[in-house]
């Protein structure tokens, strides 16, 4: 059992909840003879309007799947409630806390403000907290010269194997630990809708994307409906650290050299090296949580409209696409790229909302919310960078083209199914000898549009292409460019 006088070192877990390549875990291993993982689910965090109780039902499944794992090793995680420092001030009270080991995380404001406490206490109390990269993401850098060289040293670094070692704190004496604490209940519940969490969950989806889901990658990646099984569904175990980025990039050039080299591959893995360039530009200037990090458009007013934004949420806009997407994400907590540059497109823009008003609604629904991809992404749709191509989403023309059949849109909005599928995507083109025909009422059985979408598309282009002549849009362009863009900006 531990005492007073027992050194031991902690694993402090946060987005990196997996026992293989993880970097803190196995250098903790190697300097010390005894260590201890701690997970600490913190109000201050879930108190943050981006965190909803489906990113802690995935955080908690996941650390029921390590135990599982540590099971093997007589171990587990010590799981509680409670704010960081008060917690790790306990743990003194039971051992000698001879050092905190841990990644760096390009988190919310509210993390960012809780690691330089951490930080402090640490110094004041003589604890080396050391910190490991997971994302390729370098902190301090002032510009992107030397940031791909830097990546793809890391992303080729050999793994940090599965721990083996017997150093890991006993389950006895994490159970005689945890009378102490407020624990996190722990629970195996899943949905049948909505991904589990957990390292093994995100191997199995890893190895069925490589066994064949991969070959209708590019085909199948912007149609709503068969994006859910031809695109790889990594992204929450990538947020989360079920997965690193560098196990699936090397598991991918293990597959391309296996003879795996198709356009489904080729596409998967140009993507793949965009998750860190984005992070990145977060972690370079995090202010893009709550402002548009060009601030030319500072001064574009946008009056909230809480009617328009609540038809929006709840997938009741009258724009069938926009309504499918939204009830979709809403209840799986999935939604393709292409999906959801609509959705914000169609907010922002159509809308005529500001940003800010959709993106922690966003968060909370996004099963991969990632802070260091959702801001800077949700900024490029908006139009708001002055470096990016202005992208008006046409509703209509993508409902077309990517969900001909209406599948997608019938799925969610069954409202529309007495309708032929020429008509799903426009019901407001609906004739009245139609609307007898098909006994459909436009307005009764589904709203109106809230907005007219050819005038709000026109409003909105005009005003941003107009923006784009501004002395202020444009010295900001330039300041973002040099700061935040590669020297070849295809190379990645």
Not at 380 to 399: A, E
Request: contains cysteine; proline residues 5%.
């Amino acid at each position: 059992m531990l005492s007073k006088q027992t050194p031991v070192a902690v694993v402090w877990l946060k987005r990196d909840l997996r026992l293989r390549d993880h970097a803190a875990l196995s250098m903790a291993m190697e300097a010390h003879k005894q260590v201890l993982m701690v997970y600490v689910e913190e109000p201050s965090l879930l108190r943050d309007p981006h965190v909803s109780e489906r990113h802690q039902t995935f955080v908690r499944q996941s650390i029921v799947d390590l135990n599982q794992q540590l099971n093997g090793l007589n171990s587990k995680v010590l799981a509680v409630c409670g704010e960081v420092i008060p917690v790790f001030e306990k743990l003194q009270k039971h051992f000698q806390f001879s050092a905190l080991y841990s990644h760096f995380e390009t988190g919310l404001a509210v993390t960012y403000q809780r690691d330089l406490a951490v930080a402090q206490w640490c110094k004041e109390r003589n604890i080396i907290w050391k910190e490991y990269r997971q994302q390729g993401v370098f902190r301090g850098l002032q510009n992107r010269k030397k940031w791909l060289s830097l990546w793809t040293e890391l992303m080729n670094q050999p793994q940090f194997p599965f721990p083996q070692q017997k150093k890991l704190v006993h389950q006895k004496s994490i159970n005689a630990l945890e009378r102490d604490f407020v624990n996190l209940p722990l629970s195996k519940t899943k949905s049948s809708q909505v991904q589990p969490g957990g390292e093994q969950y995100a191997h199995q989806y890893m190895d069925s994307f490589f066994e064949g889901r991969h070959r209708r990658y590019q085909t199948h990646i912007s149609k709503p409906d068969l994006a859910r099984k031809s695109c790889s569904r990594l992204s929450p175990y990538l947020a989360y650290g079920n997965l690193s980025m560098r196990q699936v990039l090397q598991r991918t050039e293990a597959e391309k050299a296996k003879g795996k080299k198709g356009m489904g591959i080729k596409a998967f893995e140009s993507r793949l090296r965009w998750q860190a360039h984005f992070i990145q530009k977060f972690e370079m200037e995090c202010r893009m949580e709550h402002q548009s990090i060009n601030r030319g458009y500072w001064r574009i007013e946008k009056a909230k409209d809480e009617e328009k934004i609540a038809a929006w949420e709840n997938g009741r806009t009258g724009v069938p696409i926009v309504d499918a997407a939204m009830r979709c994400l809403v209840a799986t907590g999935y939604l393709n790229f292409r999906m959801r540059a609509l959705v914000v497109s169609f907010f922002v823009h159509q809308l005529w909302q500001p940003w800010q008003a959709c993106s922690a609604f966003l968060a909370q629904q996004f099963l991969d919310f990632e802070p260091g991809i959702h801001f800077p992404q949700i900024q490029m749709q908006t139009g708001v960078t002055g470096i990016n191509t202005l992208r008006i989403y046409n509703p209509v023309k993508n409902g077309l083209e990517h969900d001909p059949e209406g599948n997608f849109t019938l799925q969610w909005v069954p409202e529309l199914n007495r309708l032929p599928k020429e008509l799903v995507h426009r019901p407001w083109d609906i004739t009245t000898i139609e609307e007898q025909l098909f006994d459909f009422s436009p307005g009764k059985d589904y709203p109106h549009p809230i907005i007219d979408l050819e005038k709000s598309r026109k409003f909105a282009a005009d005003t941003l292409w107009n923006m784009h002549k501004d002395p202020v849009v444009y010295r900001e362009s330039k300041r973002i460019l040099q700061r935040h863009t590669l020297p070849n900006r295809n190379s990645i």
